[in-house]
């Protein structure tokens, strides 16, 4: 069983990083062949796919995310980071980190993802 857990600051001042880390057991990152992903949800809002890394590191970020996101892994102790540069408030949200067997490219589907993190809350404010 595979089991995710996302951890991080749950407060951040506008223009500042944020940085969260995904902790993965029961899989290998370079290894068990998944798909790494973050995924968010703003207050009120639907899920937004922000970007994944695979098992042998290549990225792939969305589109209006890319140029203040950066994914990326820690082979050493399982975990996979995002970084979120430039933060604002409208960058308040839950973020997920998920897994998927094969690829997904801006697909918040639940069913499509085969492991979730529960979740943490991260707020922008001075």
């Known amino acids: 069983q595979v089991q995710l857990q996302e951890s991080g600051p749950g407060l951040v001042k506008p223009s500042q990083t944020l940085s969260l880390t995904c902790t993965v057991s029961?899989?290998?990152?370079?290894?068990?062949?998944?798909?790494w992903s973050w995924i968010r949800q703003p207050p009120g809002k639907g899920l937004e796919w922000m970007g994944v890394?695979?098992?042998?590191?290549?990225?792939y970020y969305s589109p209006s995310l890319k140029s203040r996101t950066s994914i990326a892994s820690d082979t050493s102790k399982n975990q996979f980071t995002l970084q979120l540069v430039s933060v604002t408030p409208e960058d308040t949200a839950v973020y997920f980190c998920a897994a998927s067997k094969g690829i997904i490219l801006g697909t918040t589907t639940k069913k499509l993802y085969d492991y979730w993190g529960q979740g943490t809350q991260v707020t922008v404010s001075s």
């Open positions: 890394i695979s098992y042998s590191g290549s990225t």
């Open positions: 029961g899989a290998s990152i370079p290894t068990g062949y998944y798909y």
